[in-house]
């Protein structure tokens, strides 16, 4: 019964152990943020729409700080008019770029053009061994999909880009990575990106670190789940029709029943 007694105990011991030493290798559990939207997984928020001025601060972000090192290949430009740029601003943002065309000019050559919208995001780098080699051998990751990609989402992401510290004295760093709070080994190759007034708003939004980074979120979001909002309406219809539908044949029925009583 003794030694019964001390092996239970010795595993219970055991077990915590070896959670707690997890936990302290692991990286914390991002804190919960409000989103417009209510969260891309969020099964609460069939009401909730994207802010359309937070996406298109967003998109700023995107433009004058990721899109130096990460590609977008999900998006076409004239996706944009979908948060709310008009299509004359959506051909002026395309053309800003070079874009390299498919089809080589009569002497073969392939050459390059101002950018239109039906063109994707263009890519910082010529290939992934390109993006390696200039990002101390990590290549940073296509953002289309990465809220998705990624346990707990937007919030993630948002912990991620304001997560950045002094790497403790007990857990240094290597050379050519940064000390986050919140990347898994705390160890993350991408200086911190954003900065208070790193950038200024064209609405006159204060561009504060958390500001940049929940905008740069909430762009990120919609650009991983660009049907979210209809999906969501076709929710409401359907409950709706649902709805009336039961009132409906209700009706019918004490009207069908209504002799027999
Ligand atoms: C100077 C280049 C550079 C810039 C600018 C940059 N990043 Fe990164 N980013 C990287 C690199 C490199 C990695 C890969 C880091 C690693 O795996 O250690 C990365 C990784 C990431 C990841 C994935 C983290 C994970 O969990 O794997 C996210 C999300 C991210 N960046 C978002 C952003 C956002 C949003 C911006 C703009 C505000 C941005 N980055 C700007 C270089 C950059």
Redesign the pocket.
């Known amino acids: 019964m003794r030694r019964l007694r001390t092996l239970i105990l010795a595993g219970v011991l055991g077990l915590t152990g070896a959670a707690g030493a997890l936990a302290a290798g692991d990286a914390p559990v991002p804190p919960a943020q409000e989103w417009s939207h209510g969260g891309v997984n969020s099964p609460f928020s069939m009401f909730k729409t994207f802010d359309r001025a937070s996406l298109q601060r967003g998109f700023q972000?995107?433009k004058e700080?990721?899109?130096?090192?990460?590609s977008m290949d999900l998006l076409a430009y004239r996706n944009l008019e979908e948060i709310g740029f008009t299509e004359e601003e959506v051909k002026a943002i395309a053309a800003q770029y070079e874009i390299q065309d498919k089809t080589p000019n009569d002497q073969g050559e392939l050459v390059t053009r101002p950018g239109i919208p039906a063109d994707h995001f263009k890519n910082p780098f010529p290939n992934k061994q390109a993006?390696a080699a200039?990002?101390?051998g990590?290549?940073?990751?296509d953002?289309s999909l990465?809220v998705k990609a990624?346990s707990h989402h937007e919030d993630?992401?948002y912990a991620?880009?304001t997560g950045y510290a002094e790497a403790p004295a007990d857990h240094p760093v290597p050379e050519g990575?940064y000390y986050n709070k919140y990347?898994?080994g705390h160890?993350?190759?991408?200086?911190p990106?954003?900065y208070p007034d790193g950038i200024t708003y064209g609405d006159g939004t204060k561009a504060t670190v958390e500001q940049?980074?929940k905008d740069?979120?909430t762009f990120?979001a919609w650009a991983a789940e660009p049907h979210l909002e209809s999906r969501r309406q076709t929710g409401i219809m359907v409950m709706l029709f649902l709805v009336v539908f039961a009132g409906l044949m209700y009706a019918a029925k004490r009207r069908v029943w209504a002799d027999a009583h």
């Open positions: 972000v995107y700080v990721c899109s130096a090192c990460h993006a200039a990002n101390n990590k290549a940073p990751p953002l990465i990624r993630y992401i991620l880009l990575t990347f898994p160890a993350i190759a991408m200086a990106p954003i940049q980074a740069v979120t990120l």
